[in-house]
């Protein structure tokens, strides 16, 4: 067996090796938007197994600035067919000096993939989290009777990323995982993405004064497109009075007008009161994820 650099040379078997793999694994940072823009340099150090001309495993590792600022890398696939140990620990040896530049690596498997959680656990990772994946069936929204002094208006790229991290960075400051705040520039990327839906992200004002925001994009999922929501947030002094049911609410007629009639979100377990809002709302899940972390 022999493991070697990802690059320019071999980057098409790398890729090769995650589509073949990704419906068994989160496939987040697999789908092809993703892999077709990943760039095989000190973002995205990766590496693959060969055993007779053939790649039997792929680890690769994400260091994005927002990764960084929170000193944390994310795994894009770690993962080996079959799940053979020596296999991983090969890839995880070789990979092992990029994380000295964060404090902790995590990965995301799904709670079916045993074999390969049994690999990542024999190598020191821990669990940190679980998350859910919801989906809702093609069901009219909920109405949308915002109380007096709230209103609903649209986000407009170039002037209002300001608003949006001012408000997704206070709500989000406590969550697991999204706990690094969002840069302007960052939210200024948003509207730049495939995904991205005109008039997809609402703000809910209050007096005139966004207070919240939902977002609404197209996510692809089981081979059809459905109306990704996320994140919806709210400011403290906002929250626990049914306006994140609302802003739900808003985002599945947001999806509706784009003829995405089943929506699709993720949510941390441990986070019971959005996971009864959402199962309220006609949400069920669909899939269970387990970060898996591992602590220079």
Known sequence: MEIIRVDKSNIGAFIDYCIANRKSLDDTFLVDEELEKMKPDDEDP?????????????????????????????????????????????????????????????????????????????????????????????????????????????????????????????????LAGSETPLTEEEAGKIAARTDYLPGGILFLCKEGRPVGLVRVAREYYNRIYYALIGPIALLPSHQKNGLGRKLLRAGLQVGRKFGLGKAILSVNAENEQAVHLYTSEGFETDECFISYQYKI
């Open 46 to 174: 990766s590496f693959i197994a060969l055993e007779g001309g053939k790649v039997i495993g792929a680890v690769s590792m994400k260091l994005d600035p927002y990764l960084l600022r929170g000193n944390r890398a994310r795994f894009r696939i770690f993962h080996s067919n079959p799940a053979a140990p020596d296999v991983y620990n090969r890839l995880f040896t070789a990979i092992r000096p990029e994380m000295d530049k964060v404090e902790k690596v995590f990965l995301f498997l799904p709670e079916t993939a045993v074999e390969a959680r049994e690999q990542i656990a024999g190598l020191g990772f821990t669990i940190e989290r679980y998350a859910y994946l919801l989906t809702r069936k093609d069901l009219p929204p909920g109405e949308v009777s915002l109380p007096e002094g709230y209103s609903l208006k649209e986000f407009v790229p170039g002037r209002d990323e300001k608003d949006y991290c001012h408000i997704r960075n206070i709500a989000f400051s406590g």
